[in-house]
């Protein structure tokens, strides 16, 4: 037994001796990891004592907002379930955003009331899509019937959650209504052509960047 025993420690020696850098460095991280919490005891001692009430006030926060918490988030997941389908014309939107945002400041004369960029719109053209919104007119009837000095544009009246534009498909008063965005998508199948996709339509920015061009300090070629 006594030699196994020496055979065995020599082994435990050697692999001491191999590893003895490490050994060192590890004692010096501990060194400092000790002198790191000396300096910082007293921090440490300050969230020990104040840990105890923010987990109160959390713990509030939770208890009394719970019930709104639970509905905006329920509304939060309806929205999101809506948006999912238009997604794919939400993204150029929020790409195209940030950019037009940043030019703003540059598109206004410091010297004067005056503009560095021309904004040409789109009046009717196509014009708005009015099928399908009878609804809504009903309900302002039905609201001006009962109040004769009734102002939709001041006054709150319900919505009209059945609206949508109800256009048959192609035509051009709907090519903006918001259920045509997911045929955009090359994965949705579209009832006018059951052949597959390869590609999407694209979205043609290149008029709207010429225009924005000058903004940035760039020249359109």
């Not at 001796?17 to 000396?38: H, P």
């Not at 940035?216 to 070629?221: E, I, L, N, R």
């Amino acid at each position: 037994q006594t030699l196994g025993l020496i055979r065995d420690s020599q082994t435990v020696l050697t692999t001491q001796s191999d590893q003895s850098s490490a050994i060192k460095q590890f004692s010096t991280d501990l060194d400092a990891l000790a002198a790191q919490l000396r300096t910082s005891d007293p921090d440490i001692r300050r969230v020990i004592d104040n840990g105890i009430p923010a987990s109160e006030q959390v713990g509030a926060l939770v208890r009394d907002g719970g019930p709104s918490l639970t509905t905006d988030l329920s509304n939060l997941a309806s929205t999101a379930r809506t948006l999912t389908p238009r997604t794919i014309a939400l993204q150029p939107l929020l790409i195209f955003m940030p950019g037009l945002a940043a030019g703003i400041p540059s598109a206004i004369e410091a010297d004067g009331p005056s503009q560095r960029q021309g904004l040409v719109l789109e009046t009717n053209a196509p014009f708005p899509c009015t099928v399908g919104y009878e609804g809504t007119m009903a309900i302002l009837d039905e609201m001006k019937r009962k109040d004769p000095n009734f102002d939709d544009t001041q006054q709150d009246f319900p919505v009209n959650v059945a609206a949508s534009c109800l256009a048959p498909q192609g035509s051009e008063t709907g090519v903006r209504s918001a259920n045509r965005v997911v045929f955009a998508d090359p994965n949705t199948p579209q009832p006018w052509d059951d052949k597959p996709k390869v590609d999407p339509d694209k979205l043609n920015l290149n008029p709207i960047a010429t225009q924005l061009a000058p903004s940035f300090g760039a020249t359109p070629k």
